[in-house]
T-cell receptor, first 112, second 111 residues
Framework: NAGVTQTPKFQVLKTGQSMTLQCAQDMNHEYMSWYRQDPGMGLRLIHYSVGAGITDQGEVPNGYNVSRSTTEDFPLRLLSAAPSQTSVYFC???????????FGSGTRLTVV | LAKTTQPISMDSYEGQEVNITCSHNNIATNDYITWYQQFPSQGPRFIIQGYKTKVTNEVASLFIPADRKSSTLSLPRVSLSDTAVYYCLVGRNTGRRALTFGSGTRLQVQP
């Protein structure tokens, strides 16, 4: 049972490049979310999904796209990377609407 | 979004009980209160969740008064390995009250 798997663990991008952060969970969880955490700060919600085919915006969605074609996968796309998107990105999943999340180990992204 | 207020930092010694209080005055009827622990360079880890009164598990206890406008996470007999940031969240996993994290409480446990 791998839990929540995020790839890559580290990534350096040039301004304007695009990329996809991968997130996969093997717990058959319906609820999945993407957060970003800037140095010394709490986590901010980017996008979330309540099931395959259903996504919605969180607190800081600009510059990011998501899709949920399967229950297991919830990729996060950076459309045109900017230095302000330098952060650690966490993916999380939960079985129920009112239950705690299981988090991945994060992707550390640097945009230069 | 539900707002929470918790102390920025706390210090304790090994073996002591630590209580971290979180204020959430605008909690909604359907909101749950959830606490997470985060170590450096790791994702947050779920500790405990409650709706009202008291909840206890093998790691911590959560005390919620009747008005639910605050909650207290209690860590019994802390050790050095409990040094971490603790986040209090109010809401649900979806919708307008999707969970948002504040800045958390940085707990430092000394020998």
């Amino acid at each position: 049972n791998a839990g929540v798997t995020q790839t890559p663990k580290f990534q350096v991008l040039k301004t304007g490049q695009s990329m996809t952060l991968q997130c996969a969970q093997d717990m058959n969880h319906e609820y999945m979310s993407w957060y970003r955490q800037d140095p010394g700060m709490g986590l901010r919600l980017i996008h979330y999904s309540v099931g395959a085919g259903i996504t919605d915006q969180g607190e800081v969605p600009n510059g990011y796209n998501v899709s949920r074609s399967t229950t297991e996968d919830f990729p996060l796309r950076l459309l045109s990377a900017a230095p302000s998107q330098t952060s650690v990105y966490f993916c999380a999943s939960s079985a129920l609407e009112n239950y705690g999340y299981t988090f991945g180990s994060g992707t550390r992204l640097t945009v230069v | 979004l539900a707002k929470t207020t918790q102390p920025i930092s706390m210090d304790s010694y090994e073996g002591q009980e630590v209580n971290i209080t979180c204020s959430h005055n605008n909690i909604a009827t359907n909101d749950y209160i959830t606490w997470y622990q985060q170590f450096p360079s790791q994702g947050p880890r779920f500790i405990i969740q409650g709706y009202k009164t008291k909840v206890t598990n093998e790691v911590a206890s959560l005390f919620i008064p009747a008005d639910r406008k605050s909650s207290t996470l209690s860590l019994p007999r802390v050790s050095l390995s409990d040094t971490a940031v603790y986040y209090c969240l109010v809401g649900r996993n979806t919708g307008r009250r999707a969970l948002t994290f504040g800045s958390g409480t940085r707990l430092q446990v000394q020998p």
